[in-house]
C-alpha cells in the first residue's frame, strides 16, 4: 500500500515539475490524503474552495477518527454522501449517501467483514484517485468505477456500471455520520429522472436541515424503502428511515451521471443551484472548472526551493486552509439563518462551520493575507449571526450555535481584521456584539438548548464579570477560560482605542491583565485559584484530564503561555528575561509523560510539554523573538516543519481543525508567523523555501528571499526589509499589503547578533 502511494505522488510531482516550466498547475502538488489517517480528520472528496459541497466516501461512521466519514485505514466504502467536515475533533454531517450496485437489492449497509453482506463495498487502494475537486475508485462487489466532482452548491456523480440487468443506485436519507438521529426525512420522486426530498437531523447541530434535487442521466425504475422495507407503487413517503433504489439495465461500461443540489433553505433553492451550477452533463467539464477555482486560489503563493515533499505539503496545507468556513446561501442570495428564518445575503455571501477556537490563530490571519474580501464577507456573516441569535458564535455549525470550545474568539478574528485595514463592515454593530460576548447575559439568544445556553454563557463569565476572577472550584476549565478571557479583552481593548472609546479602552486594558492572578510564582506555573483565595491543590504541571480539570485540552505546562497579547509583562511575571529563557527553554527539554487516567488525546506531536497537535502550543515557538533569542525560535519552528509534517496519509500531529494546524505549516514555512492576531505584526522564524511570491488581492507582490538557504543552513544571518536593514525579528502586515520584499542571509550557526532588540518589539 505503501509503495503504491509512493509511486502515485511520484507521478504528481512529476506533472508538476513539469507544469512549471509553463505555469505550474498547482492542484497536482496537492496530496488530499494528507491527514486522512492518525488522528488528522480530513477528508479526499471532491469540493471547490469555501464550497457548500463536499462529496466524499464514508469508510465508517463512528468514532474519534471517524468524524470526517473517511480514514486512510478503511478497505471499504458504505457510500457516497454530500457533506463532510474537515479535521474536526467532533463529527457531524454525511448527508444524502448515493451508493452504486449491482445484483440483489440491498439495504442495509452491511458488515464490513462480511463481503456481499450489504450495500457496503471494498475497494482496493490502488483504485483510489483524488486530486482537488476530483475523486474515483473501483467497488470490488459492483464492478462498478464511481468519480465525483463538485460546484460550490451541488455535486456530480459519474458511475461507470458493467453489462447488467440488475444495476442500481441507492439513495440512503438514513444514513448519518456519528449515528446523529434523524428527526425528519421526506422523499418524492418527480419523474424517472427526478428526485428531491428533505433531511433534518439532530446531531453536534441540534438541528441541521438538507433539501436536495436530484437528477439522473437515464430513466430509471424507482422503489421507496420505509424502515428497510420496500414499497412499490409509491412515489414519496416521509419518516424517520427513508431510502429509495433507482433500478437500471447497463450495458458494458455504461455511464449513469446523477446531478444534486443542495440548500439549507427549501427545495426550489436546492433545485435552483443545480440548475444555475451545472446545467449540463458534462462532468469532464465540471471536473476542470473545480480544478481551475483550485488553481486560483493555490496560485496566490508561489514558492520555490524545498524539497518535493516540502513543496506537496505547502500546496496541501493551502489546500485544506481554503475548505472552510463553508459558503452557506443559496445561489438566489437565499440563507437560514441562526433563528431558522430565511434571509437574503444580499451579495455577500453567508457562511457557516466556524471552527473558531482553532481558526483565530493562524487561519484567519492567512485569509487576511490571501483573501482579505472573502474575510470581510465572513465577518459579515459573524454579525449577522449575532444579530440574529443574540451573541457571537463559539463554533457554529449549519446555523447553529454548538457552545463548543471556550473563550469568544469571535472577537480577534474580527478585531485583527480591521487593525489590517479590513474594514467593509459595520464596524459598531460589531463592537456592539464583542462586548455582549465579554459580559455574561443570557437574554434573548437562541440557543437550541439550555445547556449550550450554559456554554455560550458560562458560570467564568459571571464571576469574571463580578469578583474579577474565575475561582476552579465554580466553572470547569477555569485557567483556560480565564487567559483566553484576558486575551480576548485584550482584542476588544484594541478596538475600543481605534474607535475612540477611551473609557472602554481603559475598562477591557485592565480586564486583559487579569492573567497574572493565574501565576504562582512558587511552582512558576498557571494555577486554579478557588474561591476562597487559594490555589488548588494537589497540583500537577503534567496531568490531564480532557473533560474535568482547570484546562482545556491540555495541561499547565502548555497553557502557562498562553498570555499572546502582552510578551513583556508574561516576562515580569516570571521574574525577568533569564527566568523566562529557561523557563521556555524547560517546556521544550522536559520528560513528555503526560499524566492522568483522562488526559487528553488532543494532546500530541509532543516536543518537551510543547504540544504541536494541538491549538493552544501554536505561538510559543515564536516566544525567544521577543527575548533576544531569536535563533531558538528558528531551531524550532526548523524541527516542527521538519519533523511534525509528512507527505502521507499519517501528516498531520493532530486534528486539522478546519484548517488551522494546516495555516500553522503555510504561515511558518513562508517564515513568519502571527503570535497575537489583533496585533498586526508578524514574527519571523525560519522559511523552509528559498523565495516566496504572495500574489496579493490588489495585483502587489510581496516576496521573500532566503539566500543559502539549506537544511544546514536554518539559521538567520541579517534581514533587510525593501532594502534596509531589519534589525528585529518582526515586520508588520502593511509591510505585506503594500507590496515589497523581505531578503533573509541564512547560515549553519546561530547569529548572536540578528534580532537580539527583538525584546523591545
Not at 459579515?380 to 457552545?403: C, D, F, H
Request: with cysteine.
Amino acid at each position: 500500500m505503501k509503495r503504491i502511494f509512493t509511486y502515485f505522488f511520484t507521478f504528481l510531482t512529476l506533472v508538476f515539475l513539469a507544469g512549471c516550466k509553463g505555469k505550474p498547475d498547482y492542484s497536482n502538488f496537492v496530496n488530499v490524503f494528507i491527514g486522512t489517517g492518525g488522528h488528522g480528520h480530513t477528508f479526499p472528496g471532491a469540493t471547490v474552495p469555501y464550497g457548500m459541497v463536499q462529496i466524499s466516501p464514508d469508510t465508517r461512521m463512528t468514532g474519534w477518527d471517524g468524524c470526517s466519514g473517511y480514514h486512510f485505514s478503511d478497505t471499504t466504502i458504505i457510500g457516497f454522501s454530500q457533506t463532510h467536515l474537515s479535521g474536526t475533533g467532533i463529527g457531524d454531517y454525511g448527508d444524502i449517501l448515493i451508493m452504486p450496485m449491482v445484483g440483489s437489492e440491498k439495504l442495509i449497509r452491511g458488515d464490513e467483514a462480511v463481503p456481499g453482506s450489504g450495500y457496503r463495498s471494498g475497494f482496493l487502494k490502488k483504485t483510489e484517485k483524488a486530486t482537488p475537486g476530483y475523486y474515483s475508485v473501483k467497488l470490488n462487489e459492483s464492478h462498478v468505477t464511481a468519480e465525483l466532482t463538485a460546484t460550490t452548491r451541488a455535486g456530480f456523480h459519474r458511475y461507470t456500471f458493467p453489462e447488467s440487468s440488475k444495476a442500481a443506485i441507492l439513495i440512503d436519507l438514513n444514513h448519518t455520520l456519528q449515528m446523529n438521529p434523524n428527526t425528519l426525512l421526506e422523499i418524492k420522486v418527480i419523474s424517472d429522472t427526478e428526485v428531491q426530498g428533505l433531511k433534518i437531523t439532530r446531531g453536534w447541530a441540534k438541528k441541521h436541515t438538507v433539501y436536495f434535487y436530484a437528477k439522473f442521466s437515464k430513466p430509471f425504475k424507482s422503489k421507496i424503502a420505509v424502515n428497510d422495507s420496500l414499497r412499490n407503487f409509491i412515489n414519496e413517503s416521509k419518516g424517520k428511515n427513508i431510502k429509495a433504489l433507482f433500478s437500471f439495465e447497463t450495458k458494458k461500461d455504461e455511464q449513469i451521471l446523477i446531478k444534486l443540489g443542495i440548500s439549507a433553505v427549501d427545495y426550489d433553492g436546492a433545485r435552483n443551484n443545480l440548475e444555475t451550477e451545472i446545467p449540463g452533463w458534462d462532468f469532464d467539464s465540471v471536473r476542470n472548472e473545480a480544478e481551475k477555482n483550485w488553481n486560483r486560489e493555490l496560485g496566490k503563493v508561489e514558492i520555490k526551493g524545498g524539497t518535493k515533499d516540502q513543496r506537496i505539503i505547502f500546496y496541501s496545507a493551502l489546500y485544506h486552509t481554503m475548505i472552510s468556513p463553508n459558503i452557506y446561501s443559496d445561489a438566489d442570495g437565499r440563507y437560514l439563518g441562526m433563528d431558522k428564518q430565511i434571509y437574503n445575503d444580499n451579495g455577500s455571501q453567508n457562511y457557516t462551520v466556524f471552527s473558531l477556537w482553532d481558526t483565530f490563530r493562524a487561519a484567519h490571519p492567512l485569509m487576511t493575507i490571501l483573501n482579505p474580501s472573502r474575510d470581510s464577507e465572513m465577518i459579515r456573516s459573524l454579525i449577522r449571526k449575532y444579530e440574529q441569535g443574540g451573541i457571537l458564535p463559539m463554533w457554529e455549525l449549519a446555523s447553529n450555535y454548538t457552545g463548543t470550545m471556550i473563550g469568544y474568539h469571535s472577537v480577534p478574528v474580527i478585531v485583527d481584521a480591521y487593525m489590517k485595514g479590513i474594514a467593509d463592515f459595520d464596524v459598531e454593530k460589531a463592537y456592539e456584539a464583542m462586548v455582549r460576548s465579554s459580559h455574561y447575559d443570557t437574554v434573548n439568544i437562541k440557543a437550541p438548548t439550555r445547556n449550550i445556553l450554559n456554554l455560550l454563557m458560562p458560570a467564568a463569565k459571571l464571576y469574571n464579570d463580578s469578583i474579577g476572577y474565575i475561582p476552579c472550584n465554580k466553572d470547569n476549565q477555569a485557567v483556560s477560560k480565564a487567559l483566553e478571557y484576558a486575551y480576548n479583552d485584550w482584542c476588544i481593548a484594541q478596538l475600543a482605542k481605534k474607535l475612540g472609546k477611551t473609557d472602554d479602552f481603559k475598562y477591557f486594558s485592565e480586564r486583559a491583565l487579569r492573567y497574572k492572578i493565574y501565576y504562582d510564582s512558587v511552582s512558576g506555573f498557571m494555577r486554579g485559584i478557588t474561591s476562597d483565595e487559594v490555589w488548588r491543590t494537589p497540583f500537577n504541571p503534567r496531568y490531564s484530564d480532557h473533560t474535568s480539570d482547570d484546562y482545556c485540552e491540555g495541561n499547565a505546562w502548555q497553557w502557562t503561555w498562553f498570555v499572546p497579547h502582552d510578551v513583556p509583562g508574561l516576562v515580569s511575571l516570571m521574574g525577568g528575561k533569564a527566568a523566562f529563557i529557561n523557563k521556555l527553554d524547560s517546556l521544550f527539554s522536559v520528560d513528555s509523560k503526560i499524566e492522568g487516567e483522562n488526559a487528553s488525546a488532543d494532546i500530541s506531536g509532543l516536543i518537551g510539554q510543547y504540544a504541536h497537535g494541538n491549538e493552544p502550543s501554536h505561538h510559543i515557538s515564536h516566544l525567544y523573538n521577543y527575548v533576544g533569542q531569536p535563533w531558538k525560535t528558528e531551531s524550532l519552528v526548523d524541527s516542527i516543519l521538519q519533523t511534525l509534517y509528512m507527505n502521507n496519509p499519517d501528516g498531520l500531529a493532530g486534528n486539522e481543525d478546519c484548517g488551522q494546524m494546516s495555516a500553522w505549516y503555510v504561515l511558518n514555512s513562508m517564515g513568519f508567523y502571527s503570535v497575537s492576531p489583533g496585533d498586526p505584526v508578524y514574527s519571523i522564524g525560519r522559511p523552509l523555501f528559498s523565495n516566496v511570491i504572495i500574489n496579493l488581492e490588489s495585483g502587489k507582490k510581496f516576496r521573500l528571499e532566503a539566500l543559502n538557504n539549506s537544511v544546514e543552513n536554518k539559521y538567520i544571518q541579517s534581514a533587510t526589509l525593501n532594502g534596509l536593514p531589519l534589525d528585529t525579528p518582526f515586520f508588520r502586515h502593511e509591510d505585506i499589503i503594500n507590496g515589497g520584499s523581505i531578503v533573509l542571509r541564512m547560515g549553519p550557526e546561530p547569529s548572536r547578533k540578528w534580532g537580539v532588540t527583538g525584546e523591545n518589539n
